[in-house]
């Protein structure tokens, strides 16, 4: 079974595991993850609020998008490294939440709360639609979202190419347009769909008697996705807001 998550590896048949993953144990340490990335990110949030700290909040989103990047693509190659930096990971996901909300809500009033709820309540309709099997992770439903995720993420690293070495952006989709929501929609929307391959992983690993400390790899994805769906969130709604 192939992970289709950027921040997922590959999962074999597992044979002679002493003691395999199971999903109860995916989703208690993904619950930790999240508690920790949000518990430090509201804390980074609210010293920023309180002192008005504009170069904190944007050295933590700088390096808490750095640092959660390096550890996601460093358990992507070497899965055994997870139990290790899954914390970090997590912190470092923290920092960039309280930087990066503290920076839209200053921009935007009321964007972060409104992004949050919308990331809450698409991972609880997501996670039924799932259980429910209205919507399955098909090899035809993997391919489409691997390629649109692949596809964004060299857009925004063409735009911040073009930010730091050229001082200017690529035209219109990065804008407050039709076509610079309609981007900003249509990546809400892959980032939400990923939530389909991080269930479909957690299942499929489990199912295949992976190892015990392949949760941790599990968890950091559901970790990312969420924290990629919520800026996703915030991005749409300050353009909408514009």
């Not at 698409?122 to 691997?146: D, G, P, S």
């Amino acid at each position: 079974m192939q992970s289709d998550n950027p921040i997922l590896t590959r999962v074999e048949t597992y044979s002679n595991v002493a003691e395999p993953m199971t999903i109860q144990g995916a989703i208690q340490k993904s619950v930790l993850l999240t508690v920790i990335a949000a518990a430090l990110g509201i804390a980074l949030f609210l010293y920023c609020a309180m002192t008005a700290n504009f170069s904190i909040a944007y050295a933590a989103t700088i390096v808490g998008i750095i640092g959660s990047l390096a550890l996601g693509l460093i358990t992507t190659f070497k899965p055994n490294t997870a139990p290790a930096l899954a914390i970090p990971f997590a912190l470092f996901e923290g920092a960039f939440l309280g930087g990066v909300s503290f920076i839209f809500q200053v921009k935007f009033p009321g964007v972060p709360l409104q992004a949050l709820l919308a990331t809450f309540v698409t991972t609880l309709v997501l996670f039924a639609l799932y259980k429910f099997q209205v919507i399955r992770a098909t090899e035809k439903f993997k391919a489409v979202v691997i390629s649109a995720s692949i596809a964004i993420a060299l857009v925004f690293v063409v735009q911040i190419f073009l930010s730091f070495a050229l001082g200017s952006t690529i035209p219109y989709i990065f804008e407050s347009n039709w076509l610079g929501i309609g981007f900003a929609a249509f990546v809400a929307v892959i980032a939400s769909l990923n939530l389909i391959l991080d269930f479909d992983l957690i299942e499929n690993a489990a199912a295949q008697n992976a190892p015990k400390n392949f949760e941790w790899v599990c968890s950091i994805a559901l970790l990312a996705t969420l924290v990629w769906m919520y800026y996703s969130f915030m991005r749409l709604l300050s353009l909408i807001q514009k």
